[in-house]
């Protein structure tokens, strides 16, 4: 008798910290692993890490910031209407909450990932670079593919490691886009997916094209580099190389990690600038404010050479 009042008094202290919260946000749970404190807040921050003691993502960037960031993806003359959306979106980061994406360090440091991260993936899916209004940074997620792709991507020199699949066509696709077999097939063995003989998988799937995204903001592409992720959030300590190469930690060293030569080193480009503008632009959008995006130097990469070598995995994007 007495352990069934237990539970039932347990039950509802639950329901009271959670109706404290967001609406749709698990409780906290809370022990010490070795002397630190770890948490598990249910599906979207789970698995005991102490990242999961922070706030979650959908606890400070909600629905409809989001729907204010992309406002004009579902419009009619963009070209994946329907497709992308807040939850699976939420959904794909609940995978890398647990080891910190967006749930590092303070709330400030939270949200400047999170603004980092959808400006690239803003930047490189707006139909926004035309005649469009409102310009590039009002079209974000306005693509899930690549539209007239001039070739098959299928590079030769990988037919032992990842062998384009007959039929198969690796154009850009996903929220940074992916191309190339080598890509699609490297992808592939880290998410678990057979990307490779599906490259469609991507831009069938939202959930999908998010999680491969954040896999590449949160992953090395190359050894000795860091990931856009560790930039973002302060885990970088750029090496003496680094610095006489003028690459200093903040949004900028970040292009350089995803574009690299495409993108950095070559002064004042409008393909860089571009992207500033979405990450400002969506700092404010969220209320952050772009004041806290840091000094012009951190944010550009215009002077920084490349991170060498270059990197592999968007690379070859759409230029
Ligand atoms: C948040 O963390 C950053 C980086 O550690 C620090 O510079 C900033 O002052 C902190 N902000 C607040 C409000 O504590
Ligand atoms: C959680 O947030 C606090 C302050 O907001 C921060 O100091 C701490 O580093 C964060 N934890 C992790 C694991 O990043
Ligand atoms: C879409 O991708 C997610 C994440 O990889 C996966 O969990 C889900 O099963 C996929 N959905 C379909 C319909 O394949
Ligand atoms: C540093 O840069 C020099 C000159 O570009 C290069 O030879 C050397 O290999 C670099 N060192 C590292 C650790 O990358």
Redesign the pocket.
């Given at each position: 008798m007495e352990t069934k009042h237990m539970c039932l008094l347990v039950t509802t202290l639950l329901f009271i910290i959670v109706s404290i919260g967001d609406a749709d946000t698990s409780p906290i749970l809370v022990k010490k692993i070795k002397g630190k404190k770890v948490c598990d807040q249910g599906w979207e921050c789970k698995g005991w890490s102490e990242y999961c003691c922070n706030l979650t993502i959908s606890q400070y960037f909600d629905y409809y910031q989001f729907e204010n960031l992309f406002s004009k993806r579902n419009s009619p003359v963009a070209h994946a209407v329907g497709f992308w959306d807040f939850k699976s979106f939420i959904t794909a980061s609940a995978i890398y909450q647990p080891l910190g994406f967006g749930t590092t360090?303070?709330k400030?440091?939270q949200m400047l990932e999170i603004a980092a991260f959808l400006a690239h993936v803003g930047s490189q899916t707006s139909c926004g670079y035309g005649v469009v209004t409102g310009g590039p940074t009002a079209w974000g997620l306005c693509y899930n593919k690549e539209m007239s792709p001039m070739q098959d991507y299928c590079d030769d020199n990988y037919k032992y490691t990842y062998p384009c699949a007959p039929g198969a066509l690796y154009f850009g696709r996903g929220a940074l886009p992916v191309f190339w077999n080598y890509n699609y097939g490297y992808l592939a063995d880290c998410l678990k997916v057979d990307l490779l003989h599906h490259p469609e998988y991507l831009e069938q799937n939202a959930t999908l094209a998010f999680q491969a995204a954040i896999f590449q903001w949160t992953t090395p592409l190359k050894k000795g580099q860091p990931s856009a992720h560790d930039i973002m959030v302060?885990n970088w300590k750029p090496t003496k190389n680094d610095t006489s190469s003028n690459r200093v930690p903040g949004f900028g060293a970040t292009m350089n990690i995803l574009y690299g030569e495409r993108t950095c080193g070559k002064g004042d480009i409008d393909a860089m600038n571009t992207i500033i503008t979405h990450y400002l632009y969506y700092l404010d959008l969220m209320g952050v404010g772009r004041e806290q995006a840091g000094a012009h130097e951190v944010l550009t990469c215009a002077e920084q050479k490349p991170f060498n070598p270059s990197t592999p995995t968007t690379d070859s994007a759409s230029s």
């Amino acid at each position: 008798m007495e352990t069934k009042h237990m539970c039932l008094l347990v039950t509802t202290l639950l329901f009271i910290i959670v109706s404290i919260g967001d609406a749709d946000t698990s409780p906290i749970l809370v022990k010490k692993i070795k002397g630190k404190k770890v948490c598990d807040q249910g599906w979207e921050c789970k698995g005991w890490s102490e990242y999961c003691c922070n706030l979650t993502i959908s606890q400070y960037f909600d629905y409809y910031q989001f729907e204010n960031l992309f406002s004009k993806r579902n419009s009619p003359v963009a070209h994946a209407v329907g497709f992308w959306d807040f939850k699976s979106f939420i959904t794909a980061s609940a995978i890398y909450q647990p080891l910190g994406f967006g749930t590092t360090g303070n709330k400030t440091t939270q949200m400047l990932e999170i603004a980092a991260f959808l400006a690239h993936v803003g930047s490189q899916t707006s139909c926004g670079y035309g005649v469009v209004t409102g310009g590039p940074t009002a079209w974000g997620l306005c693509y899930n593919k690549e539209m007239s792709p001039m070739q098959d991507y299928c590079d030769d020199n990988y037919k032992y490691t990842y062998p384009c699949a007959p039929g198969a066509l690796y154009f850009g696709r996903g929220a940074l886009p992916v191309f190339w077999n080598y890509n699609y097939g490297y992808l592939a063995d880290c998410l678990k997916v057979d990307l490779l003989h599906h490259p469609e998988y991507l831009e069938q799937n939202a959930t999908l094209a998010f999680q491969a995204a954040i896999f590449q903001w949160t992953t090395p592409l190359k050894k000795g580099q860091p990931s856009a992720h560790d930039i973002m959030v302060g885990n970088w300590k750029p090496t003496k190389n680094d610095t006489s190469s003028n690459r200093v930690p903040g949004f900028g060293a970040t292009m350089n990690i995803l574009y690299g030569e495409r993108t950095c080193g070559k002064g004042d480009i409008d393909a860089m600038n571009t992207i500033i503008t979405h990450y400002l632009y969506y700092l404010d959008l969220m209320g952050v404010g772009r004041e806290q995006a840091g000094a012009h130097e951190v944010l550009t990469c215009a002077e920084q050479k490349p991170f060498n070598p270059s990197t592999p995995t968007t690379d070859s994007a759409s230029s």
